[in-house]
């Protein structure tokens, strides 16, 4: 069974910095997809950021760019982390992580990010 849990979400400063984690168990990474989303309540999910293991590609919403930093654990790969620096109230949210394995998309639970002012 394949099963991705996000962490590390918590309450943090504005300018401060946060790491969340997406670890995923139950499959072999030969290829994937990997994708941050964050939800608002009341608001359409956004997302945040998406790396690719095929050609190492990335993606950044334009509202996070030059401060959030994604990245895979490079000995494991087992794991996607979302650095997060200098982060505003705005960025406050649900953060979820989701993984495409060939036509396969599975969830994560959600890690709540607070961020005071």
């Known amino acids: 069974e394949v099963q991705l849990q996000a962490s590390g979400g918590g309450l943090v400063q504005a300018g401060g910095s946060l790491r969340l984690s997406c670890a995923v168990s139950?499959?072999?990474?030969?290829?994937?997809?990997m994708s941050w989303i964050r939800q608002v309540p009341g608001k359409e999910r956004e997302v945040v950021s998406c790396?690719?293991?095929?050609?190492?590609?990335?993606?950044y919403a334009d509202s996070v760019k030059g401060r959030f930093t994604i990245s895979s654990d490079s000995n494991t790969e087992n794991e996607v982390f979302l650095q997060m620096n200098s982060p505003k109230p705005e960025d406050t949210a649900v953060y979820l992580c989701?993984?495409?394995?060939?036509?396969?998309?599975?969830w994560g639970q959600g890690t709540l990010v607070t961020v005071s002012s």
């Open positions: 989701n993984a495409l394995f060939g036509v396969n998309l599975y």
């Open positions: 139950g499959i072999t990474f030969d290829d994937y997809a």
């Open positions: 790396t690719s293991k095929s050609d190492g590609s990335t993606y």
